[in-house]
């Protein structure tokens, strides 16, 4: 789903950086404001821990359909698990590295694809597993739909982007859009399934890792899922 | 938190990341993902402005799996470094602006 350079309209490129940069610089006050100094060290080793995991995740390509092949996000599990704010960090941290190190999209999309992964990939799953959580109360099918909705939102808001872009990117959006829904719903529907067996395995198993999100860990939500 | 975070569970996880860039490397290397297909059919090319060290995930001149695999491991502590390093700094400051 990294956009290259080349791909984008200058205009679509800037606002994109204006937007990541803000809710980036957000979510960076929020992880200032919201750790207790004790866990400090243990947070920042977990943090870094699964952005580690998750970055070398997304080196696995497994085929899909048409000859095409993806690789795992990991947006809605980070999130899950460690809070949307310090979940869309550990996703900046992964894409900023991915572009300058690999050129694994492009430096005038870094704020498209910050915007895509990082923000709409991250946030979606959580507010759909929220929302769905207090809806159906079950744990699998929130965890799964929220991983699969933000996927599959993150590469529309790619085709968007890209279909904006247009003539630059010479599909417009009636192309652009069906092409990145179809194909990364597949993708959804694997991220869907990992995420949906890891986070109830981590509640099970290691429910203290959770600590850091706002939802998982707090309001006594772990005590009512365990006690279903 | 604490209990879990153990010098055993990182190495634990360090390993898993490890096998994932192994698996990455030898299995699951080949990519051709949506973008790439339709940017083919389009005749475009991805072009890249900043000239970056490791485009592709290799190492220039030293395209062997053992380099592939390499470079994938040692950017793996790369990134959990950056990582660890923006958490650290984030927190120390947010810990002094509060006055804590």
């Not at chain 1, 704010?85 to 694809?113: E, P």
């Not at chain 1, 991220?191 to 890792?209: N, S, Y």
């Not at chain 2, 592709?56 to 030293?62: A, K, M, N, Q, R």
């Amino acid at each position: 789903m990294h956009i290259p350079d080349g791909f984008l309209s200058l205009a679509i490129s800037a606002v994109t950086y204006v937007i990541s940069i803000l809710i980036v610089g957000f979510s960076l006050r929020k992880i200032r404001g919201g750790l207790d100094e004790r866990m400090i060290p243990l947070t920042a080793l977990l943090t870094a821990l699964l952005t580690a995991l998750f970055f070398a995740a997304q080196m696995m390509n497994y085929p899909i359909v048409g000859g095409t092949t993806a690789h795992l996000l990991g947006g809605a599990a980070l999130s899950l698990i460690l809070g949307p704010w310090t979940g869309c960090i550990c996703m900046t941290v992964i894409l900023v590295l991915q572009c300058f190190l690999f050129g694994d999209g492009g430096i005038t999309a870094l704020g498209a694809n910050l915007l895509t992964m990082a923000i709409v990939g991250v946030f979606l799953p959580y507010i759909i597993y929220n929302a769905t959580m207090r809806v159906s109360g079950s744990l699998v099918l929130s965890c799964a739909l929220g991983a699969f909705i933000g996927d599959v939102a993150a590469a529309i808001t790619a085709g968007v982007l890209l279909g904006l872009s247009a003539p630059i990117f010479q599909y417009g959006l009636e192309i652009a859009v069906p092409a990145m829904a179809l194909n990364h719903s597949v993708i959804g529907a694997g991220e869907a399934v990992v995420t949906a067996v890891l986070i109830p395995l981590l509640i099970k198993a290691k429910p203290e890792l959770l600590s850091l999100s706002p939802w998982l860990g707090g309001q006594g939500h772990l005590e009512k899922v365990n006690a279903k | 938190m604490k209990a879990f975070m153990t010098n055993r569970n990182i190495a634990v996880g360090l390993v898993a990341a490890a096998l994932f860039v192994t698996l990455g490397t030898y299995v699951f290397g080949y990519s051709m993902e949506t973008l790439d297909v339709k940017a083919e059919h389009l005749g475009m090319e991805a072009k890249s402005l900043f000239p970056s060290p490791f485009p592709e995930y290799i190492v220039p001149g030293l395209e062997s799996d053992v380099a592939n695999l390499l470079l994938g491991l040692i950017s793996t502590l790369v990134v959990f470094g950056v990582a660890w390093v923006v958490l650290k700094t984030l927190s120390r400051r947010g810990v002094k602006a509060s006055g804590v």
